[in-house]
T-cell receptor, first 114, second 115 residues
């Protein structure tokens, strides 16, 4: 299994500002995934982050709004930019386990935009 | 494209009663199937998974799920629930990809166990 530390666990931000979420994994992984869980809804994949290359964004998500860094094989950040109340969600980092068949998740970052 | 439908948004049940949480998926290729659980104020945890082989898979805490290819279903069952099973349960599907899997989640089912 993989242990994922995600920071911050929660934050309240003013609209128009940005929040950067950090994800640290206890082992080297090729792929890291960022998900959004809006209130009362399921998880939606935002992007896939490979070390050493640009992140791959899902339909409806763009780099300007959700820039991602992946400086090494154990760390990634997701920034949510130009915040609006609609960005209030839980953001989760995820990695794949042995055999690339099982996903492990961080505890999530609960963002509230006021 | 893949999709997952969880037919019940909430399932209330009394303690020690049986429960079934329904999940149907659509995919044109072979898939991996998962159930994840999210306890209140906690992160997602893998409950059980189907990759291949036996269509009936079990978790360590008494849940089981059966992969039914003809009905494209992966329903989750437990013969006797406990208060501690109260949580939100997510069904997820992924396809076999070269670099791993990309999960598509259902909308979730909130299981409320009452005493």
């Amino acid at each position: 299994s993989a242990v994922i530390s995600q920071k911050p666990s929660r934050d309240i931000c003013q609209r128009g500002t940005s929040l950067t979420i950090q994800c640290q994994v206890d082992s080297q992984v090729t792929m890291m995934f960022w998900y959004r869980q809006q209130p009362g809804q399921s998880l939606t994949l935002i992007a896939t982050a490979n070390q050493g290359s640009e992140a791959t964004y899902e339909s409806g998500f763009v780099i300007d709004k959700f820039p991602i860094s992946r400086p090494n094989l154990t760390f990634s950040t997701l920034t949510v930019s130009n915040l609006s109340p609609e960005d209030s969600s839980i953001y989760l980092c995820s990695v794949l386990g042995y055999g690339n068949t099982e996903a492990f998740f961080g505890q999530g970052t609960r963002l509230t935009v006021v | 494209a893949q999709s997952v439908t969880q037919l019940d948004s909430q399932v209330p049940v009394f303690e020690e009663a049986p429960v079934e949480l329904r999940c149907n998926y659509s995919s044109s290729v072979s898939v991996y199937l998962f159930w994840y659980v999210q306890y209140p104020n906690q992160g997602l945890q893998l409950l059980l998974k189907y990759l291949s082989g036996s269509t009936l898979v079990e978790s360590i805490n008494g849940f089981e799920a059966e992969f039914n290819k003809s009905q494209t279903s992966f329903h989750l069952r437990k013969p006797s629930v406990h208060i501690s099973d109260t949580a939100e349960y997510f069904c997820a599907v992924s396809t076999h990809m070269e670099y791993g899997n990309k999960l598509v989640f259902g909308a979730g089912t909130i299981l409320r166990v009452k005493s």
